[in-house]
């Protein structure tokens, strides 16, 4: 994926400098003056000058391509990005999502977002050739529908067919985690391989599964559950009612829940409470690392424990499905160390048949937030004229 250092003379120094002066893409340059870039930056004139005309050529190459548009629709915030065919960002915008309005107001915005982020690329809608959409909740992908999202409260909204009509644009819709999981096999950790699970661990957990070069979505379009295999009998409720779920052992909210168990009423001493502000009913990933780089005995053996339990369930699914690859990503796994990974390791080819983990990977996820956006965009491409 071309990043700043994709214009010519830029290195990752002049690169550094143009992102500390706010230009994070390469759409960002080309209709800036050289002196407005050189004041942002520190550049010298002479070089900001010249970087804006080679900004231009760059985007002039591929000036007769039509663009994309990847959207990762959260229940906070919406993210919307216009994505070339080698996976190159040309701009992003940002909305929250304010679920609690009505599906209609909150589809505006998601429209509005996708609007800015065209215009903050300098191209016109004519330009767009299809949009993608990461959306959470089950939903039906030929139809575009989201059957049910709790985090927004939506039933059966409609979602393709309402785009479609607010912004005469060809609108495709999928599960974010199956997006996201698009997003690293393509331009991500996942490039090379022709079978691999991506494993997102952040409040819930969730998975996308990629057999022969393809997202394998099931009979009823729900594959890829992987945070609701049973890995504890009898453990404890997870929200979709059923006990012992992956989600309800090794998710963040899990491991938030556990924590507060052993501080308020096992009266352990840990202090991850002046760590995250007072506050355990949500404790934030970045928090959970620094408690264990500080040695909190309580975080450590939750921690340890949530490893684990992610090892069983990637066990479960080697012995099972035996790709070539399993990705781990979400903000949880993107916060903890190195160590945490190998202990998922480690867990893993104990509980797996002996010999089915020779040769499989289980490697991070390197897009991060960009995971779906750029997955989207791929699904949008991969779908337009024809039938899903």
Known sequence: MKNLTAIKGVGEFFAEKLRQGGYQSIANIVNVNAKSLCADTGIPLSHAARIIKEAQSLIAKTDSEKYVVGVDMGGTKILAAIITGDGTILSRAKTATKAHKDPTQVIDRIADCINKAIKQAGLSKASIQSVGIGAPGPLDPKDGVIIFAPNLNWYNVPLKKELESRLNIPTFLDNDVNVGTVGEFTHGAGQGANSLVGIFVGTGIGGGIILNGKLFHGTNKTAGEIGHMIVKANGPKCNC????????????????????????????????????????????????????????KVTIKVIRRTAKYLGIGIASVVNFLNPEMIILGGGVVEALDDEFIKRIRKFAKAYALPNTMDGIEIVTAKLGDDAGVIGASVLARQNLGTTY
């Open 241 to 296: 009612g059923n006990s012992g779920c992956l989600e309800a052992i090794s998710s963040r909210t899990a491991i938030t829940k556990k924590i507060r168990k052993a501080v308020l009423k096992q009266g352990r001493k840990s202090h991850i409470l002046e760590l995250n502000d007072g506050n355990l009913d949500n404790i934030r990933s970045k928090t959970l690392a620094k408690a264990v780089a500080s040695g909190d």
